[in-house]
Antibody, heavy 115, light 108 residues
Framework: EVQLVESGGGLVQPGGSLRLSCAAS????????LHWVRQPTGEGLHWVSA???????YYSGSVKGRFTISRDNAKNSVFLQMNSLRADDTALYYC?????????WGQGTLVTVSS | DIVLTQSPGTLSLSPGERATLSCRAS???????LAWYQQKPGRAPRLLIY???IRATDIPDRFSGSGSGTDFTLTLSRLEPEDSAVYYC?????????FGQGTKVEIK
């Protein structure tokens, strides 16, 4: 069974940093691309970043230069280092993966940027 | 980026009726990598359909997906009260993934 468990969210001041983690199980981690998607409260879903199985990384324009995605295939984990956080980064952050039999999401971790 | 436009914004129907939700893409994409999700307040999105028409595990057969190219449809036949939720479409053909703005289904 595919499982994704996010952690690392919390309350941080504007300009601060957080590092999110997503621990994966139930599939061959190194073979798949891992994505981060966020959802501000009461709003829709927005793709943030992806770490491809090839080693390539991708970012949305709103986070490029501030966020860094990385993966550790030995630990079956993907990370999102978030720097220079702004109020509009406040959201529930999900990690997700597409496998051969569907698209799997974690339950999310909440990031609140506020003074 | 591929823009997904969902319609209508809100659908208000009675139990037992059929709901038809539309998702239109600004361009075609690989292998019809189009998914539909149901989301209830405080919950993570629940995958209903992927690859445009394949039902996800444990999804009842009253949920069905169809379409190809740039026009896709999610049909909820025989609505039940627990179907009240927001429904999103998503393309996952390549990064960046993009999502529709959602259709809210209300059960009278």
């Amino acid at each position: 069974e595919v499982q994704l468990v996010e952690s690392g969210g919390g309350l941080v001041q504007p300009g601060g940093s957080l590092r999110l983690s997503c621990a994966a199980s139930g599939f061959t981690f190194s073979s798949y691309d891992l994505h981060w998607v966020r959802q501000p409260t009461g709003e829709g879903l927005h793709w943030v970043s992806a770490a491809a199985s090839t080693g390539e990384v991708y970012y949305s324009g709103s986070v490029k230069g501030r966020f860094t995605i990385s993966r550790d295939n030995a630990k079956n984990s993907v990370f999102l280092q978030m720097n220079s956080l702004r109020a509009d980064d406040t959201a529930l952050y999900y990690c997700a993966v597409v496998t051969g039999d569907g698209i799997y999401w974690g339950q999310g971790t909440l990031v609140t940027v506020s003074s | 980026d591929i823009v997904l436009t969902q319609s209508p914004g809100t659908l208000s129907l009675s139990p037992g009726e059929r709901a038809t939700l539309s998702c239109r893409a600004s361009q075609t994409f690989t292998n019809d990598y189009l998914a539909w999700y149901q989301q209830k307040p405080g919950r993570a999105p629940r995958l209903l359909i992927y690859a445009a028409s394949i039902r996800a595990t444990d999804i009842p057969d009253r949920f069905s997906g169809s379409g190809s190219g740039t026009d896709f449809t999610l049909t909820l036949s025989r609505l039940e009260p627990e179907d009240s939720a927001v429904y999103y479409c998503q393309q996952y053909a390549w990064s960046p993934w993009t999502f529709g703005q959602g259709t809210k289904v209300e059960i009278k």
